[in-house]
């Protein structure tokens, strides 16, 4: 059975998550993820493979993007949840696709298709909304409207497996909202449902979610790495003026005689 070429990109979460680095550093990183992509967990050596000559350079750098498995193999933990989700969806699919076509008659006069057991209907209900609607369960609905309502249910599924348990309907229903304040135009089809609610965080374009940065991965990083000398003078400025800084790091906080920023 051939691989599953294709997995959801959060492009915004790829953006914050490398805004430190060079496009030369970028381009490095990118390689080593499309390897564990390909061939799952990499080995010391197979990192050198990848990277080249460039690998005394890139590496250092890259090192932290990347956790150690049981067997001392790098991988990247996002991108193994996101590649996860894509094969147990896919999985489920085949397994759908195989068990509708033995009952299909069956199928249409259940509670909610075979395929779509497991979905919240409180995901089904909001993707509706979205065009006006009610969700319906397949034994009240008027023939015309059953491929329909089947692409509802299959972009339902795409966006519960996409999401974290919980959030799918919250970024529905914030979708909803953002094109209301907005006076934006909604999604014109069903089938585009899933791809349109995934472009955005919609919670955090309304301001009604923080969006949590790390701001200490990178001198946790490097302060494991480095000697205390060379870590104090490469943050010798933060620790001179950033409060915050100084004491997630165990410093003493600033004396009236050492004002902050002198």
Not at 5 to 32: Q, V
Not at 196 to 216: H, M, P, Q, R
Request: with cysteine.
């Amino acid at each position: 059975m051939a691989k599953d070429p294709a997995m959801l990109w959060y492009w915004a979460d790829w953006n914050s998550g490398t805004t430190t680095l060079s496009r030369f550093f970028k381009g490095c990183y990118m390689d080593l993820l499309h390897a564990q992509f390909n061939s799952g967990h990499l080995s010391l050596e197979e990192i050198k493979t990848v990277l080249g000559s460039d690998f005394g350079q890139a590496w250092p750098a890259l090192q932290k993007k990347f956790a150690v498995d049981q067997a001392g193999k790098y991988f990247n933990e996002r991108l193994e949840v996101e590649k996860n989700k894509r094969a147990n969806y896919t999985a489920s699919r085949k397994k759908n696709l195989t068990s509708s076509h033995m009952d299909t008659h069956k199928a249409s006069h259940m509670d909610l298709h075979m395929d779509n057991v497991n979905i919240d209907v409180s995901i089904l209900k909001e993707v509706c909304k979205i065009f006006g609607k009610e969700y319906q369960p397949p034994k009240d609905r008027m023939p015309s409207e059953a491929n329909w309502f089947r692409d509802i249910e299959n972009q339902a599924k795409i966006l519960e497996a996409s999401y974290p348990p919980g959030d799918a309907v919250k970024q529905v229903k914030g979708y909803l909202k953002y094109c209301r304040q907005k006076d934006r135009k909604l999604i014109g089809t069903a089938h585009k449902a899933a791809e349109t609610i995934l472009s955005s965080n919609w919670l955090a374009l309304l301001g009604e979610v923080e969006v949590k940065i790390d701001k200490y991965k990178d001198a946790e990083w490097d302060k494991g790495n480095l000697t205390l000398a060379a870590w104090e003078a490469q943050y010798a400025y933060k620790l001179k003026h950033d409060k915050d800084f100084r004491k997630h790091f165990g410093y003493a906080e600033f004396s009236i005689s050492e004002p902050m920023g002198k």
